[in-house]
């Protein structure tokens, strides 16, 4: 993990965010643009990274379908203008993001984009990978470029310790730094939770959702399964599978994403240090060793030993 990282970093940093105009109007790799015009506090672990911008000059970023194909890491992209404007123009036909002091979006980094920076501007963003984040990009596409105030509620709550966080160099690298930077992306998600609720409040499935969501979540390491679910809240199986249908999702893969999460931080707590991994795989719901493995593989990229070394 780095803690803090300089201009000569940012290139790196900001890799497959797509092509970079200065304010010379010319195209410039983003390190060279950066070691120019700004620098870079960074806070990452794993493939979840907490950044923050500060940018002294116009600039455009322009990501094409090309780009997009180039980036296999899709994540979810939380964005919070804390200082200047944007303006962020999709190539769909959903209408130009325009941020100003203090807003929030939530990003679909599957679409091309212009995005263009009046400087000076400071910017902080959140980039988590599906699979380590409590909420499925089908299921926010309701507040998907739709800006909201990060003054009000839980908001100012969640970017406030963010900010904090990554103001502290020892958080970000002392032994504690994995529980640190998933207590950002845990309140984050409850942020864009509470957002996508008052944008749902006239949803009439919204109560048994959560009804459902709540449920599996005080029984994730006991065997679940959609009958099972279904009884517990007194639901018919039929009606608990399209309240997740129509937000995207089904009921197991909702149940594996949790368990593989839940686990994913067990293995960097030091109070689990001694466990081995057969261990952690059943005290979170799998059936077996290689059953764990195999799926951690699939939404982590790598195996949880591999996980655990670099992450305790």
């Known amino acids: 993990m780095r803690s803090q990282a300089r201009a000569r970093d940012f290139g790196r940093a900001l890799d497959g965010w797509g092509r970079f105009t200065g304010p010379d109007g010319l195209h410039a790799p983003p390190g060279e643009w950066i070691r120019a015009e700004g620098e870079l506090v960074r806070g990452g672990l794993d493939r979840t990274q907490l950044d923050l911008l500060r940018v002294d000059a116009g600039l455009v970023v322009t990501r094409t379908a090309e780009h997009v194909a180039r980036t296999p890491d899709v994540k979810h992209i939380v964005v919070v203008q804390l200082e200047g404007t944007s303006i962020l123009t999709p190539t769909d036909d959903r209408p130009p993001v325009h941020l100003g002091p203090g807003d ?30 409590p909420l499925a990009p089908a299921s926010l596409r309701p507040i998907l ?14 970017i406030g310790f ?26 984050f998600a409850t942020m864009l939770a509470g957002r996508l609720a008052e944008t749902h409040s006239d949803d009439p499935t919204q109560p048994a959702f959560r009804r459902v969501i709540a449920h599996i979540a005080e029984h994730l390491a006991e065997p679940l399964s959609l009958p099972q679910v279904a009884r517990a809240v007194e639901m018919s199986p039929r009606y608990v599978q399209s309240l997740f249908q129509l937000r995207g999702m089904t009921v197991s893969g909702w149940i594996r994403q949790r368990r593989l999460e839940v686990a994913r931080q067990t293995l960097a707590d030091p109070a689990w240090a001694d466990a081995d991994i057969a261990r952690v795989a059943a005290a979170h719901g799998f059936a077996d060793h290689s059953h764990f493995t195999r799926a951690f593989r699939s939404a982590y990229g790598e195996t949880p030993s591999q996980w655990r070394s670099h992450a305790g």
């Open 162 to 187: 963010a900010q904090d966080v990554l103001a502290d160099v020892d958080l970000l690298s002392g032994p504690t730094a994995p529980r640190v930077v998933q207590n950002v992306v845990d309140l």
């Open 145 to 158: 470029g739709r800006p909201f105030s990060s003054h009000e509620g839980f908001a100012r709550l969640a």
């Open 104 to 133: 929030v979006s939530y990003g679909d980094p599957t679409v091309p984009y212009r995005w263009e920076f009046a400087g000076p501007l400071t910017l902080m963003m959140l980039r988590v990978p599906f699979a380590a984040f």
